[in-house]
Nanobody, 123 residues
Framework: VQLQAFGGGLVQAGGSLRLSCVDS????????VIWFRQAPGKEREFVAA????????DYADSVKGRFTISRDNAKNTVYLQMNSLEPEDTGIYFC?????????????????WGQGTLVTVSS
């Protein structure tokens, strides 16, 4: 598994962005995938996760109802649709592939990390 994250940028509060996490080796169809983010001066935090088939998802309370995680295993891509963005959503967004098919918060066993993509939300 080798991941690359795309789609970050500058957006005004209330706007939308869609991030993509692509597995260039086309092998992560059996892996859960997780999005994390790290704001300036803060620790990395969990954002959302999706199981290998897409049948199970999990969201941080701060993004629930605004963000949607999905995947297309035929395209080796996981998406994070972010709507109603807030300045507090600013940060570098990373995707990671779990070594397992399902992800439980707090698991630290990852097969791969993407390089991160910067999201900046202006007020």
């Amino acid at each position: 598994v080798q991941l690359q994250a795309f789609g970050g940028g500058l957006v005004q509060a209330g706007g939308s962005l869609r991030l993509s996490c692509v597995d260039s080796r086309r092998t992560f169809s059996n892996n859960a995938v997780i999005w994390f983010r790290q704001a300036p001066g803060k620790e990395r935090e969990f954002v959302a996760a999706i199981s290998w088939s897409g049948g199970m998802t999990d969201y941080a309370d701060s993004v629930k109802g605004r963000f949607t995680i999905s995947r297309d295993n035929a395209k080796n891509t996981v998406y994070l649709q972010m709507n109603s963005l807030e300045p507090e959503d600013t940060g570098i967004y990373f995707c990671a592939a779990s070594r397992f098919s399902y992800y439980t918060r707090g698991q630290a066993n990852f097969a791969s990390w993407g390089q991160g993509t910067l999201v900046t939300v202006s007020s």
